[in-house]
């Protein structure tokens, strides 16, 4: 089993859907959770961080499940701009990071 | 915020051409730098960490000669890819870690490499 996974997907959606991520990791010691955005051909750039009481960005929503060991991305109303690989990122200490593979989310016109 | 360069964006390069790829914290002091390396539709892959003044510490199956890292400053890693063959064509990101507990990484922005 993968220590961090997550659908490759692709997803495609229309413009102004809803769309949810989620992302499973195995280590239970792990201290904190990113969503990463990268574009083709890009450095990854940070979305948010995920917070245990579950945080919101204007449409963008993360949620932590610890018990499960998951976290989850929401994006309300799709932006084509929003077309992009959704990293999920698990931190077990400073030193230590983990990724998953990424979900390709393509919006559509 | 913390600002990580790297330095070329991309290379196009003969089959045993060596490569160095540079990354610098521009406003920071890094003692670890991380190097990955991603291939298309795939996660980023570790492949060792530089430490300033000492070793690096590479992943199974990262070959030390091939990858050939110095981290001579607490402002500057280098990796090199000696006798870079079209296998090792690639997308290389560089990063410092988190500067404190809750933190993001900080990535450079990534160099394309591509042998001929």
């Known amino acids: 089993r993968k220590e961090v996974e997550q659908d490759p997907g692709p997803f495609n959606v229309p413009e102004g859907a809803t769309v949810a991520f989620n992302c499973t990791y195995s280590?239970?010691?792990?201290?904190?959770f990113f969503w990463y955005r990268q574009d083709c051909r890009k450095e990854p750039k940070l979305l948010m961080s995920v917070y245990s009481s579950g945080n919101e960005d204007g449409r963008f929503t993360a949620q932590l499940n610890r018990a499960s060991q998951y976290i989850s991305l929401l994006i309300r109303d799709s932006k084509l701009s929003d077309s992009a690989t959704y990293l999920c990122v698990v931190n077990i200490d400073n030193n230590d990071m983990r990724f998953g593979a990424g979900t390709r989310l393509t919006v559509k016109p | 915020g913390a600002v990580v360069s790297q330095h070329p964006s991309w290379v196009i390069c003969k089959s045993g051409t060596s490569v160095k790829i540079e990354c610098r914290s521009l406003?920071?002091?890094?003692?670890?730098m991380f190097w990955y390396r991603q291939f298309p539709k795939q996660s980023l892959m570790l492949m060792a960490t530089s430490n300033e003044g000492s070793k690096a510490t590479y992943e199974q199956g990262v070959e030390k000669d091939k990858f050939l890292i110095n981290h001579a400053s607490l402002t500057l890693s280098t990796l090199t890819v000696t006798s870079a063959h079209p296998e090792d064509s690639s997308f290389y990101i560089c990063?410092?870690?988190?500067?404190?507990?809750?933190?993001?990484?900080?990535f450079g922005d990534g160099t394309r490499l591509s042998i001929l």
């Open positions: 280590n239970s010691a792990s201290q904190s």
């Open positions: 990063s410092a870690p988190p500067n404190g507990p809750n933190q993001p990484q900080h």
């Open positions: 406003d920071f002091q890094a003692t670890t």
